[in-house]
């Protein structure tokens, strides 16, 4: 995958956060479950894997927000308190990784996503490239979409 070099910078719609990533991601996917339907208010959501010590908010602060998923776990989403833009969050089992939503990036032209999950319950209209991995629902393994990426 060829893409930038880092950092890559963002922020919510408002301005009043802004964030910069500082180390390249671990997976860019799109998600198509019901929850990331309606967190993204639209289709499906884009989910790009960063380590947690690559974000650095540069201005403002996130509100946080907990929910639990179906599974159990709590997850906890952090989004910008003026606009309500989601940034991105952290499963609770991980001290690791952050989920992030690369739409909020300034420049957005470079992400393609190597994996739509839960393709089983994609919008009728939604058609996928022929070289994207597809999965009917969750991958086996959370790190078959970081071997995805490493190999794209
Ligand atoms: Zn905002
Ligand atoms: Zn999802």
């Not at 894997?49 to 989403?77: C, H, M, W, Y």
């Not at 499963?91 to 952050?98: G, K, R, T, V």
């Not at 992030?100 to 190597?114: A, E, H, I, N, Q």
């Not at 996928?128 to 086996?140: C, H, I, Y």
């Amino acid at each position: 995958m060829s893409i930038p070099a880092p950092p890559y910078e963002g922020g919510c719609q408002c301005g009043t956060i802004r964030y910069r990533i500082t180390a390249e991601p671990l997976t860019v996917y799109a998600c198509s479950c019901t929850e990331c339907q309606r967190q993204a208010g639209g289709a499906f959501n884009m989910s790009m894997i960063i380590r947690q010590s690559a974000l650095e908010i540069s201005k403002g602060t996130p509100k946080e927000t907990e929910r639990v998923s179906d599974a159990g776990n709590r997850i906890f989403g952090y989004f910008c308190g003026d606009c309500g833009n989601r940034i991105y969050h952290r499963p609770e089992q991980s001290n690791a990784i952050f989920v992030f939503r690369p739409g909020t990036l300034d420049d957005t032209s470079w992400l393609k996503p190597v994996a739509m999950v839960w393709a089983s319950s994609a919008q009728p209209w939604v058609t996928l490239p022929e070289d994207m991995t597809v999965f009917e629902k969750g991958p086996e393994r959370f790190d078959q979409l970081l071997e995805l990426w490493a190999k794209a």
